[in-house]
């Protein structure tokens, strides 16, 4: 069946380092990817997303390319923040006879100062 | 404008008892869905609905029950909780021609002792 594997954390960078969280996945029919942020407290959010193969998704200086051949969806960012510490989450969207999301377990990100 | 509201935000049980927990939502999604969240397993989905009247079993349906009476609340149940059932919920909307993004509530914590 469809499913995700993320890249495990914790993750601890220190600011203005380069942030690379993986993320694949496993899927009949060309659902869209995700990434979802969650920050303490609060419930996910949407970051960014892409709808088909070689679409780039990008948001606060995150981006992530959907690539078809690796089956891949790895988050980067040039340069994290303290704001950006938070649970970041790889998603598999619905086909279209579908409605189920499947979602990674998540990466924690710590940013120092 | 609140978006997505779950409530209550916190409780604890004891075993064998049960309760209710409420999402509602303003925006006039189609969709609602539960997730429960556990440490190490991402968001895993419980049951969801289409629409009003409408309820489908998700990944972990056992001892949960659901009801979308109106379009706007989604309810879900467990009739005599369990500490398995100790999780944090979280309650998704999404559009029926948009149903790749989905809005999250901010989560209610449940712990079963």
């Known amino acids: 069946g469809d499913s995700v594997t993320q890249m495990e954390g914790p993750v601890t960078l220190s600011e203005e380092a380069f942030l690379t969280i993986n993320c694949t996945y496993t899927?009949?029919?060309?659902?869209?990817l995700f990434w979802y942020v969650q920050y303490p407290g609060e419930g996910l959010q949407l970051l960014l997303k892409a709808t088909k193969a070689d679409d780039k998704g990008s948001n606060k200086g995150f981006e992530a390319t959907y690539r078809k051949e690796t089956t891949s969806f790895h988050l980067e960012k040039g340069s994290v923040q303290v704001s950006d510490s938070a649970v970041y989450f790889c998603?598999?969207?619905?086909?279209?006879?579908?409605?189920?999301?499947?979602f990674g377990t998540g990466t924690s990100l710590t940013v120092i100062p | 404008n609140a978006g997505v509201t779950q409530t209550p935000k916190f409780r604890v049980l004891k075993t064998g008892q049960s309760m209710t927990l409420l999402c509602a939502q303003d925006?006039?999604?189609?969709?609602m869905y539960w997730y429960r969240q556990d440490p190490g397993m991402g968001l895993r989905l419980i049951h969801y609905s289409v629409g009003e009247g409408t309820t489908a079993k998700g990944e972990v349906p056992d001892g949960y029950n659901v009801s979308r009476l109106k379009k706007q609340n989604f309810l879900l149940g467990l009739e005599s909780a369990a500490p398995s059932q100790t999780s944090v919920y979280f309650c998704?909307?999404?559009?029926?021609?948009?149903?790749?993004?989905?809005?999250f509530g901010a989560g209610t914590r449940l712990s079963v002792l």
């Open positions: 899927a009949t029919g060309y659902p869209s």
């Open positions: 998603a598999l969207g619905p086909t279209s006879t579908g409605n189920q999301f499947y």
């Open positions: 998704a909307t999404g559009q029926q021609l948009a149903k790749n993004i989905q809005y």
């Open positions: 925006m006039n999604h189609e969709y």
